[in-house]
C-alpha cells in the first residue's frame, strides 16, 4: 500500500503537434525521501561508491551521474573532455576524488546530487533522438520528461532515431552502470516490419551470428511473425544492429519498435507516454542483471 505521502498519476499524453517534420508521471513509488531534498555528504560521508578508498570522498565520475548528468561512463567521457572543474581546477583526470563542500563545475554550472532518484519508462516515438541535447536542434527524448520531471533524467541505452518503443530513463547512476554493463545481459525484444518479404535465412544466420561490414552480430532469438515481420531479441545492443543485419538481406524496414527491455514491456503506453516504475520492477532488473553476471561468471571460472 503507497504510503501518504506517494501519489499517482496516468501515463503523460503525447503531443504530436511537437514533431515538425516526421510523420511517422508520477514520481517514483517506494521513494523513501518523499521529494525532500537530502545531502549525499552528511556528516562527511558519500553515497556509495563501490571501490572508493576513502568514505569521506568519492569519485569525481560518480559524483557527477549521482547528479542526473549522465550515467558513469558517459561522465568520464565528459571529464575526458576536460568540461568539468572542482574548487576552480580543471579536472581531466579520472582518479580525481570529490569531498564534502568542493564545488563541482560542469560547462560552467554548479553540479549538486539530487536527493530523489527517479526511474522512467518512456515509449520513444520516432522522430526523436536518444541525447540530451542535441546540435542539430532536432527534438529530443529527454524534452518529452522535461514538464513532469525537474530532476535532470538522461537515457539507459539508446534508440536510434528513426525507431520507436522501450527506453527507460533515470538520475541514479548505481542503477544505470548496472543494467547497461556488458555483464548485465539484459534483453531487448523488437517488433520490426519490413517493405517486402524476408528471406528465411535471415533468421537462422542471425541467430547464428552474421558478421556485417567486419563487425560480428548474433541475436539471442529470432521469429517470423508472418512474411514482412519478425521478433527479434538482443542482449547485446550494437549500433543500429538490426537495421544493418537486414540491410545486408536488402530488406527495408518498414517499423521498427522496441517492446521490451528485460521484466519491462511497453504494454499499454502509447507513443509519446510515459510513466514511473514501481520499486518491484526496479529491483527485479537488478536481480536481471545480477543473475546474468553471476551465470557468467560461473562460465568463465
Do not use: W
Not at 521513494?31 to 578508498?53: H, I, L, M, V, W
Not at 561522465?75 to 581531466?92: D, F, M, Q, W
Not at 507516454?273 to 561468471?297: G, I, W, Y
Amino acid at each position: 500500500m503507497r504510503g501518504n505521502n506517494h501519489f499517482s498519476r496516468s501515463p503523460r499524453a503525447f503531443d504530436s503537434k511537437r514533431i515538425k517534420s516526421f510523420d511517422n508521471g508520477t514520481h517514483n513509488e517506494g521513494n523513501e525521501n518523499n521529494g525532500k531534498r537530502t545531502e549525499y555528504f552528511n556528516n562527511g560521508t558519500a553515497p556509495e561508491d563501490n571501490g572508493k578508498s576513502d568514505k569521506q570522498e568519492m569519485r569525481l565520475q560518480v559524483y557527477l551521474a549521482h547528479a542526473g548528468v549522465a550515467s558513469r561512463r558517459a561522465c568520464e567521457k565528459i571529464i575526458a573532455e576536460g568540461r568539468v572543474s572542482v574548487n576552480e581546477t580543471l579536472v581531466t583526470d579520472m582518479g580525481s576524488k570529490v569531498r564534502a563542500g568542493d564545488t563541482v563545475l560542469l560547462d560552467g554550472k554548479p553540479v549538486h546530487p539530487e536527493a530523489r532518484k527517479c526511474y522512467v519508462l518512456l515509449n520513444k516515438p520516432a522522430g526523436f533522438v536518444c541525447t540530451l541535447s542535441d546540435e542539430k536542434g532536432r527534438p529530443t527524448a529527454a524534452d518529452l520528461l522535461k514538464e513532469t520531471y525537474s530532476e535532470r533524467l538522461y537515457n539507459i541505452g539508446r534508440l536510434d532515431m528513426f525507431s520507436s518503443g522501450a527506453i527507460l530513463f533515470t538520475n541514479d547512476g548505481d542503477f544505470a552502470a548496472k543494467i547497461e554493463h556488458p555483464s548485465a545481459q539484459i534483453e531487448k525484444e523488437y517488433v520490426i516490419e519490413t517493405t517486402q518479404d524476408f528471406p528465411p535465412e535471415l533468421l537462422t544466420r542471425f541467430k547464428r551470428g552474421i558478421r556485417v561490414d567486419g563487425i560480428f552480430y548474433k541475436c539471442r532469438s529470432a521469429a517470423a511473425v508472418n512474411r514482412r515481420k519478425l521478433r527479434i531479441v538482443l542482449v547485446e545492443g550494437k549500433n543500429r544492429e538490426i537495421r544493418r543485419v537486414l540491410d545486408s538481406f536488402n530488406c527495408t524496414i518498414k517499423r521498427l519498435v522496441r517492446v521490451r527491455i528485460g521484466n519491462l514491456e511497453l504494454g499499454t503506453l502509447k507513443a509519446g507516454e510515459f510513466r514511473d516504475l514501481t520499486a518491484k520492477e526496479r529491483q527485479a532488473m537488478l536481480d536481471l542483471a545480477a543473475e546474468s553476471k553471476n551465470e557468467k561468471r560461473k562460465y568463465t571460472e
